[in-house]
């Protein structure tokens, strides 16, 4: 077959990379000039890539362990202990160790043995997510852990990450964090350890676009701006280089040629993206159903400052915020985790955010970004200042973190849609687990094996 597959992140990559395996010819068409999507690097200088959006794997990420194996890269992740804090009540607290949940003075003594009783049990006795899905995070951990657990520790961590709708996020978002991703036996129950790539995630992206290359096409700075459909096939119908300065949105990029056929297409795309992307007659063959079964999952836009700095901002690599007084919700020093020593001495901290369309912050430029953000940063390392700060990246994804709600389940589009031989995989079915490039690769196979079947 001829396929054609939409977006060159994690999934699109790893479908066409199976399906080319599988002898069929692929091209790939990306709106961006590089691959990866949500994983995509930037060249921070000096010869050393970055993530746009900071990236690490869990011991437990075993579909990419085995991708990497199978590209003969199985020695590409290096493994190092992580370091995780919470800044709450205006402090800066260590969050590595159970020990440290027993010192997390923010919570009543009764309080962290509730929280850590109802962790364990979840990660050790909880494998039916059904028992979740049907209830709040927040009445869950109310009722489980206590309504200062909520108060103090997961109701700002929530709000920070799905702002007003907070309250609504189902237990089985949290339930697969905890249970699915965070789950660690053994030495490492003490410690956990994280996975990153000695040469960043573009060494994986390389090699699956090298493995399509070898029976199709990856063609970058070329998105699709229409499909439709030619006969019993579907038509491909891309812009021209440099359409990704317009945006997201592939109606805004006029066409170039004629396009060409394809017997099957495979969409990689947000969920809006999709629908623009779809000819007046191809969308009525998708069906207003689907496309409103579709559509009805709602997506946050993430923001991130990739900042780097002169000097160590903590002793951690992971830093959750739970005040909701500072502007973001995480810090992510990349640096605590992996030596500074591999990028030349230099050292990276993201900010992270996740925001609601139309927030007053996605309109700001790195600059301005970070003049809002310092006092924040301020409040967490007093002796912050801005002339630490040697260069900076900003970055915005519109569609990064679906909002899980009670019903989500029965909200998810299924990957064949109704119009023969075109199929939908993105975040909004990667479920119940949460986004992330193991499971980006799970859901690229998945892709793959049903259209082998269509």
């Known amino acids: 077959m001829r396929i054609a597959v939409l977006g060159a992140g994690v999934c699109g990559l790893t479908a066409a990379h199976r399906l080319t395996r599988a002898g069929h010819a692929v091209d790939v068409y990306e709106r961006w000039p590089g691959l990866g999507g949500q994983a995509a690097t930037l060249d921070v200088g000096d010869g050393h890539r970055l993530e746009r959006y900071y990236h690490h794997l869990f011991t437990s990420d075993r579909h990419i362990a085995r991708l990497y194996a199978e590209l003969g890269m199985a020695d590409a992740v290096e493994w190092r202990p992580s370091s995780v804090a919470f800044f709450a009540r205006g402090r800066l607290r260590p969050f590595v160790t159970p020990v440290d949940l027993l010192r997390f003075g923010p919570l009543p003594p009764v309080s962290r043995v509730r929280m850590g009783a109802a962790v364990l049990g979840l990660q050790l006795l909880a494998s039916d997510r059904s028992r979740f899905e049907g209830v709040t995070a927040r009445a869950w951990i109310e009722r489980a852990m206590g309504a200062a657990a909520w108060r103090e520790l997961w109701g700002p961590l929530l709000r920070g990450k799905f702002g007003a709708r907070a309250d609504d996020i189902a237990m089985v978002w949290l339930w697969s964090k905890l249970r699915l991703r965070r789950s660690v036996k053994g030495a ?179 600059g301005r970004l970070l003049e809002r953000y310092t006092p924040g940063l301020q409040a967490v390392n007093p002796a912050f200042d801005p002339g630490w700060v040697q260069r900076s990246w900003r970055h915005a994804e519109p569609a990064a973190q679906p909002i899980v709600t009670v019903g989500y389940a029965q909200r998810i589009p299924p990957l064949c849609t109704p119009a023969r031989g075109l199929l939908l995989a993105n975040t909004t079915q990667v479920y119940p687990e949460d986004r992330g490039t193991n499971y980006a690769v799970r859901l690229g196979e998945q892709a793959a094996w049903v259209l082998k079947g269509v």
């Open 188 to 366: 490492e129950a003490g410690r956990e350890r994280l996975g990153y790539p000695r040469e960043s995630w573009e060494g994986l992206l390389e090699a699956l676009a090298t493995s399509v290359r070898g029976g199709g096409r990856v063609l970058l700075d070329r998105p699709a701006a229409r499909v439709e459909r030619a006969g019993t096939g579907l038509r491909v119908l891309p812009a021209a280089s440099g359409a990704f300065h317009s945006g997201h949105d592939p109606r805004r990029f006029p066409p170039v040629g004629e396009g060409e056929v394809y017997d099957r297409v495979l969409a990689t795309v947000p969920t809006d993206v999709f629908a623009q992307l779809l000819e007046p007659g191809l969308a009525a063959e998708v069906g207003v159903p689907y496309l409103r079964q579709a559509q009805s999952i709602e997506y946050f836009a993430a923001l991130c400052l990739l900042l780097e700095l002169d000097r160590r901002f903590s002793p951690y690599y992971w830093t959750n915020v739970a005040d909701p007084a500072l502007p973001f919700v995480g810090l992510i020093e990349h640096t605590n985790l992996v030596p500074p020593e591999r990028y030349g001495g230099r050292r990276f901290l993201y900010v992270a955010n996740y925001l609601e369309h139309g927030h007053e912050l996605l309109e700001l430029d790195a």
